[in-house]
């Protein structure tokens, strides 16, 4: 081939080369994981105030019109994430107080709300907690108690912490039966306070009234504190005999009792 042939066809490949955009110019990189966050966001984006009044409007006359419960789980699931937390509360209470009327038991309540507590505000959810500990792993099946009295005070210690921390909380109240149960069953089991004698007297266990004061110690400013300390006071007076009648009129008055420290 000619040379200067050859030098031609090289400097116009050169040239052409130099006008071919670099792959990474010609085509601008798709952000994906933005989109997705952008339609993400566009989802659940709020309504406006007066839109999300509307709508707990319209869901509490829908209620009270005796709506079926797939249809309340529908509105619910239409309009729980379009509005905020307090208000995603306020359709989560109402559901519970329908699904309670129907006659579910606490278990069944909680399964059908599940799906809906993370729409809640952090109030919410720390009352479904509550809850769910007792439902998956009941305090007692209706006979004898299914866990320990240690453990039963824990969870009254729980529900404590709980109105401390949310001290107006509408939820106050549908815990404070619960925290009666478990203080009366950590006492005096399902009304045979025997199992927490030791084997084969009336006398109380040294190892629970050693737990008792553990409890105290450990939670000093605490109401479950409190009503134990009334409760070894009686015990002392008829010396620890779970049969003696300062204990038993513990017993006998012991919502009165756990009221008079609220």
Known sequence: MNKKLLV????IAIILTGCIPKQENAFKEVDIVKIGED???????????????????????????NISEDQIINSIKDNIT??????????????????YSKGYDAKKVTEKLTPFVEN????????????????????????????????????????ERFTNRFPDSKLKQKLEDLYKAYIGLSLKGLGNPYIFAKEGETTLNPDLLEMYKQKINNNPDSRTAKILNLYIVELEKDSYNLNGDNVNYFYENIDGIIDGTN
Do not use: C, H, P
């Open 82 to 99: 379009k509005l905020d937390e307090n208000k995603a509360d306020e359709m989560l209470i109402q559901f519970e107080n329908f699904l």
């Open 39 to 65: 339609v993400k966001e566009k989802i659940n984006e709020k309504f406006g105030e007066q839109e999300q009044l509307k709508i707990l409007k319209d869901y509490y006359e829908s209620i009270e019109n």
């Open 8 to 11: 031609g066809i090289v400097a």
């Open 120 to 159: 809640g505000s952090d109030e919410f959810k720390s009352y479904f907690e509550i809850w769910e500990t007792e439902t998956e792993n009941e305090t007692t099946d209706g006979e004898g108690l299914k866990i320990s009295a240690e453990e039963i005070i824990d969870r009254a210690l729980n529900i």
